[in-house]
């Protein structure tokens, strides 16, 4: 759990000025997963369909917005419905 606090810290501070890597494929399946990173985020919910959905989404954070930015942030792999294709 300490790893993904500083893993979140990083992501929401210094990553949020970097690009998205050219090498992300896929797209949001809403699994939710990234906003747990290491807490539950407050704008956070599920729809009926298990869904989740961000209640600020047209003001997200950037860096809700880049991730996941690069393979080596990615955090999420279990569950996410991006990847990263191999150098
Ligand atoms: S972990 Fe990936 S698929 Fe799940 S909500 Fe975040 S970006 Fe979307
Ligand atoms: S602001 Fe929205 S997209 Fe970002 S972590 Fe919270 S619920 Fe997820």
């Given at each position: 759990?300490?790893?993904?606090?500083?893993?979140?810290?990083?992501?929401?501070?210094?990553?949020?000025?970097?690009?998205?890597?050219?090498k992300?494929?896929?797209?949001?399946?809403?699994?939710?997963?990234?906003?747990?990173?290491?807490?539950?985020?407050?704008?956070?919910?599920?729809?009926?369909?298990?869904?989740?959905?961000?209640?600020?989404?047209?003001?997200r954070?950037?860096?809700?917005?880049?991730?996941?930015?690069?393979?080596?942030?990615f955090?999420?792999?279990?569950?996410?419905?991006?990847?990263?294709?191999?150098?």
């Amino acid at each position: 759990m300490k790893n993904n606090y500083w893993a979140k810290l990083y992501r929401n501070t210094i990553s949020i000025f970097l690009p998205v890597s050219k090498k992300r494929r896929g797209s949001c399946n809403r699994c939710g997963a990234c906003c747990k990173l290491p807490n539950v985020c407050p704008f956070l919910r599920y729809d009926e369909n298990n869904k989740a959905r961000c209640t600020i989404y047209p003001i997200r954070f950037i860096a809700c917005r880049k991730y996941p930015r690069s393979n080596k942030e990615f955090l999420t792999k279990d569950t996410c419905g991006f990847w990263f294709e191999e150098s």
